[in-house]
């Protein structure tokens, strides 16, 4: 359920930039253990993909 959540709430953040004039990628290839301790994740929670949003490429 949780990879069905994270597609879901990509898509969603796909749907926001396109309205919103952005640009965005998922990205499955990241480092985790560097992105969990800055945004302080606890043991139990896992990072399933990132995604990176700015302004698109003219
Ligand atoms: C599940 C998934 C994971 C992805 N992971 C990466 C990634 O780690 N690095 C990357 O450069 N592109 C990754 N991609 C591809 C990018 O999201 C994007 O489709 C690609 O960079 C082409 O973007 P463009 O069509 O805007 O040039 C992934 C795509 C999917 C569907």
Known sequence: MAGADAGFIAQNVYLYCAAA?????????????TLAARLGLGPTQRITL?????LPAR
């Open 50 to 54: 990132a995604q990176t949003v700015g």
């Open 21 to 33: 004039g952005l640009g965005t990628v998922v990205r499955g290839l990241v480092d985790r253990r």
